[in-house]
């Protein structure tokens, strides 16, 4: 089946800190990204989809400056959450999927910890 | 706006017991609908329903959609504490993103 990677799998920061989250889609060209946030005890809110090669779509309420996505090739987006305040500590999820097919193969998730 | 309601929020059962979970939707573009299982990481998919009246079933698992009445159902038979996870229900309409609900928390205990 697809498989759809991230990297870190855990990550601490300090408050004021950029980090930088990749999704690689392994064995398919993932035509669309999508990036979710979870809080503790709630469901994925998504936050943007990303297209290769244009910008990505922010859902509303989330910045965009805050929140950097990159789709630079058919198998990697990155989600670069600058000037990341405590208040960012979530778990950050992207899924892909490639063109024609209903599914999203979830990536396994980052969890993000700003101190 | 495609809306994604699961109920309950929560649930509490012993080893043994047969829950049903339910997921009721509205959408404008009905493409199909999925059930994902949330452990401790990202989700992982269990089924994709696309058509009124068929069954999907997966060892202990099967679910069902009824597109009239717009819901969908999940059932675990025989539950045991490793099915104890938040069970997602979401919307795929058009070219769309998934719409999740909200989850419900399962929780079997021995």
């Known amino acids: 089946g697809a498989v759809v990677s991230q990297h870190p799998s855990r990550v601490i920061c300090k408050s004021g800190t950029s980090v930088k989250i990749e999704c690689r889609s392994l064995d398919f060209q993932a035509t669309t990204m999508f990036w979710y946030r979870q809080f503790p005890k709630q469901s994925l809110m998504l936050m943007a989809t990303s297209n290769e090669g244009s910008k990505a779509t922010y859902e509303q309420g989330v910045e965009k400056d805050k929140f950097l996505i990159n789709h630079a090739s058919l198998t990697l987006s990155t989600l670069t959450v600058t000037s990341a305040h405590p208040e960012d500590s979530s778990f950050y999820i992207c899924?892909?999927?490639?063109?024609?097919?209903?599914?999203?193969?979830f990536g396994p998730g980052t969890r993000l910890t700003v101190l | 706006e495609d809306k994604v309601v699961q109920s309950p929020l929560s649930l509490v059962v012993h080893e043994g017991d047969t829950v049903t979970l339910n997921c009721s939707y509205e959408?404008?573009?009905?493409?199909?609908l999925l059930w994902y299982k949330q452990e401790k990481k990202a989700p992982t998919f269990l089924f994709m329903l696309t058509s009124s009246g068929i069954e999907k079933k997966s060892g202990r698992l099967s679910s069902i959609l009824d597109k009239k009445e717009l819901f969908s159902i999940l059932n675990i038979t025989a539950t045991q504490t490793g099915d104890s996870a938040i069970y997602l229900c979401?919307?795929?309409?058009?070219?769309?993103?998934?719409?999740f609900g909200k989850g419900t928390r399962l929780s079997v205990i021995a």
């Open positions: 979401a919307i795929h309409s058009g070219n769309t993103p998934l719409v």
């Open positions: 959408v404008t573009n009905f493409r199909s």
């Open positions: 899924s892909a999927r490639y063109a024609g097919l209903n599914e999203q193969f």
